[in-house]
């Protein structure tokens, strides 16, 4: 007896932003494993009586091992139960969504992808901006500003990422936005390209703070939050702009 695995996208935390697939797997799954950010108020679209497993990560936190949490996908399809995997954003983007499918296929678990709201455009719709600018922001790329060790990657394409026509969203990089910035402008890129900080978006205490590259690496070099955010940087549109 095998059951199926949902692989849901939550989007940011607000439940209005789901979809209505994502909303009807919830209120139909046996089992729910949650993502941190995927807790609180979309936790109630699920039925009464499904057991609700969190397996959330979070950088500086105890959080389950990723063969752990794929080992618990397994054993509960086995059992025959719909088991939804309820990740943060969309789980294609930086969400080990892979590592995932791959030990459903290697058990023969059949599965199905519902595609969510990215954190990006949420964090880009509550700033009242586009991703992208006729003639100044053709490109847009999203970048992790941690490794598996929690430091910037060794391996980035720093021309693509100083090119100052592309729109660029930093994903789990508040710590190491301070380095990532001092290399971008050796590379290239002005110091005062316009920066947006959102954090926490999507939830009751979003906030949203407008910069500089060169400002906001000076201000989370001094301290930051504990909130979950993303950074984007390039030719951001100004909302006064229309």
């Not at 459903?104 to 719709?125: D, F, M, N």
């Not at 006729?134 to 100083?162: E, K, M, S």
Request: aromatic content about 4%; hydrophobic content about 45%; glycine content about 10%.
């Amino acid at each position: 007896m095998t059951g199926h695995v949902y692989f849901v996208s939550s989007g940011p935390g607000d439940p209005d932003l789901l979809t209505i697939r994502a909303a009807r797997c919830l209120a139909e799954a046996d089992v729910v494993l949650f993502d941190d950010l995927s807790s609180g108020p979309i936790l109630a679209l699920c039925r009464p009586g499904a057991d609700l497993v969190a397996v959330g990560k979070r950088a500086g936190r105890p959080s389950p091992k990723q063969d752990h949490v794929s080992r618990l996908l397994v054993d509960h399809a086995q059992t025959g139960a719909r088991v939804v995997r309820l990740k943060s954003g969309d789980g294609g983007i930086f969400g080990r969504l892979e590592e995932e499918i791959l030990a459903l296929q290697e058990a023969g678990i059949c599965y199905e992808i519902i595609p969510g709201v990215t954190t990006a455009c949420a964090a880009a719709a509550a700033a009242g901006i586009p991703l992208t600018r006729r003639l100044t922001a053709r490109r847009v790329q999203f970048i992790t500003g941690a490794d598996t060790t929690g430091n910037l990657p060794d391996d980035l394409n720093w021309a693509a990422l100083a090119d100052p026509l592309a729109t660029t969203v930093v994903f789990m990089g508040k710590r190491t936005f301070p380095r990532l910035a001092e290399a971008l402008v050796a590379h290239g890129l002005p110091p005062d390209t316009p920066a947006l900080l959102a954090e926490a978006v999507g939830h009751p205490d979003q906030s949203l703070h407008r910069s500089t590259i060169a400002a906001l690496a000076t201000s989370l070099a001094g301290g930051r939050s504990d909130k979950p955010a993303l950074i984007l940087y390039g030719p951001l549109a100004d909302p006064a702009e229309g």
